[in-house]
């Protein structure tokens, strides 16, 4: 079982920047592969990005693709989202996933945080 708590959320203007945080428990990190999604208002839940268990490779949605940077830190047992650029297309509910996969159509994620609103104004 993993335990996943986002923060970070908020209102920022168009342009704007944000960082999203995501501390996990319940295992050892640096074993989890981690993601991070998003459900904006009467859209399905999709995916952002995704980062390796030690870091080293890095997946993105083409939403986001040089606008977003997933990071982590397995000493602090936190999964970061650095938003810039942000736009209001970009205004969702934001949650953090561990044990992260892809079937080859689609990301999943085993266990999910209780999410973080994202607001970008115009």
């Known amino acids: 079982q993993v335990q996943v708590v986002e923060s970070g959320g908020g209102l920022v203007q168009a342009g704007g920047s944000l960082r999203l945080s995501c501390a996990a428990s319940?295992?050892?990190?640096?074993?989890?592969?981690m993601g991070w999604f998003r459900q904006a208002p009467g859209k399905e839940r999709e995916f952002v990005a995704s980062?390796?268990?030690?870091?080293?490779?890095?997946y993105y949605a083409d939403s986001v693709k040089g606008r977003f940077t997933i990071a982590r830190d397995n000493v602090k047992n936190t999964v970061y989202l650095q938003m810039n650029s942000l736009n209001p297309e970009d205004t969702a509910v934001y949650y953090c996933?561990?044990?992260?996969?892809?079937?080859?159509?689609?990301?999943?994620?085993?266990?999910w945080g209780q999410g973080t609103q994202v607001t970008v104004s115009s």
């Open positions: 996933a561990a044990e992260v996969r892809n079937n080859g159509r689609y990301w999943r994620g085993d266990y």
């Open positions: 319940g295992r050892t990190f640096s074993s989890i592969f």
């Open positions: 980062i390796s268990r030690i870091g080293g490779t890095t």
